[in-house]
């Protein structure tokens, strides 16, 4: 069975704060994503990486950076944590080759206060 | 600008009933198309999806229609029952290879279905 683990459910952050989010999956996958979710914006790209130390970026990744040292870690960091980026990060991994899904985690519910 | 639209924000139906949730799509770089349901507090969870070399894919109450010249496509699920209301998602990638399989998603339906 495929996992994605992000280590935190729930987050509270003051603004400034330099914020680590962490994910990791145990398939082997080539692929890992960051994405945030808002209410009626749905699942935005902020970052994306398909090999280790290897990274693109997504839609929005203002403010925000990635590491990927090991292959199963795929990390979020926001530099200087603001109140807009208050949201449901989640992350995804998938297997490299096209025509397969993406297997997602619980998330982190990040609050910035 | 958007790749991958979901125009209704919402749809309510009777249990029983069928269910269709729409996809439009401006990218013909396209190649694989999924849908995701997600409840609240959790993250999305895969469903069903198609490639383009195909028009329908049926997995149980729930079917993907693909209309690739309409850039268009659909999930019916069918009959509908009170577990699947959820936020469902629709999602596209290009032909895979490079790094270019980032999946991008519409805004989400939220389904309603009343017992």
């Known amino acids: 069975d495929v996992k994605v683990t992000q280590s935190s459910r729930y987050l509270v952050k003051r603004t400034g704060e330099k914020v680590f989010l962490e994910c990791v999956q145990d398939m082997d996958h080539e692929n890992m994503f960051w994405y945030r979710q808002d209410p009626g914006l749905g699942l935005r790209l902020i970052y994306f990486s398909y090999d280790v130390k290897m990274k693109e970026k997504g839609d929005i990744p203002e403010g925000y950076s990635v590491s990927r040292e090991k292959k199963e870690r795929f990390s979020l960091i926001l530099e200087s944590a603001s109140t807009n980026q208050t949201s449901m990060y989640l992350c995804?991994?998938?297997?490299?080759?096209?025509?397969?899904?993406?297997?997602f985690g619980q998330g982190t519910r990040l609050t910035v206060v | 600008d958007q790749q991958v639209k979901q125009n209704s924000p919402s749809l309510s139906v009777q249990e029983g009933r069928i269910s269709i949730l729409n996809c439009d799509y401006t990218n013909s770089m396209f190649d694989y198309f999924l849908w995701y349901k997600k409840y609240p507090a959790e993250g999305p969870t895969f469903l069903i999806s198609?490639?383009?070399?195909?028009d329908k894919n049926e997995d149980g109450r729930f079917t993907v229609f693909l209309n690739k010249s309409a850039k268009h496509l659909s999930l019916h699920i069918v009959p509908s029952q009170p577990g699947d209301s959820a936020v469902y998602f629709c999602a596209a990638s290009p032909a895979a290879g490079g790094g270019s399989e980032k999946l991008v998603f519409g805004k989400g339906t939220k389904l309603t279905v009343n017992p």
């Open positions: 995804a991994s998938s297997s490299a080759g096209g025509f397969t899904e993406a297997f």
């Open positions: 198609i490639s383009s070399i195909k």
